[in-house]
């Protein structure tokens, strides 16, 4: 079991950066990708950002492509998300994923199905 604990959510206006971290605890040597999802009110869960944890290739929705980076720190058990240039179509609630299983299309795609285990979230609101 792999437990994920999401902080550095807040409020900021747009234009600014924000950087948020996942601490992850329990059985991560288990767990083959980890990922950034969102979820803007009335609408669905969006993957955001993925990295593979053998390869440490990293993907992105073309939303946030230039603007999010997902970085790790095997060493701090730590997931982040850097993400600049915020805009107010940002705003949602932000989720840490782990899987447990290597999909490769899951990955690139950051596909929801493919991740085991998740975060409580952690909110991001972008004013204009």
């Known amino acids: 079991q792999v437990q994920l604990v999401e902080s550095g959510g807040g409020s900021v206006q747009a234009g600014g950066s924000l950087r948020l971290s996942c601490a992850a605890s329990?059985?991560?040597?288990?767990?083959?990708?980890m990922a950034w999802f969102r979820q803007a009110p009335g609408k669905g869960r969006e993957g955001v950002a993925s990295t593979s944890n053998g390869t440490g290739k990293t993907y992105y929705a073309d939303s946030v492509k230039g603007r999010f980076t997902i970085s790790q720190d095997n060493a701090k058990n730590t997931l982040y998300l850097h993400m600049t240039s915020l805009k107010p179509e940002d705003t949602a609630m932000y989720y840490c994923?782990?899987?447990?299983?290597?999909?490769?299309?899951?990955?690139?795609?950051?596909?929801?199905?493919?991740?085991?285990?998740w975060g409580q979230g952690t909110q991001v609101t972008v004013s204009s």
């Open positions: 994923a782990a899987s447990k299983t290597f999909s490769p299309i899951g990955i690139q795609r950051v596909l929801a199905g493919t991740f085991d285990y």
């Open positions: 329990g059985y991560t040597y288990g767990t083959t990708s």
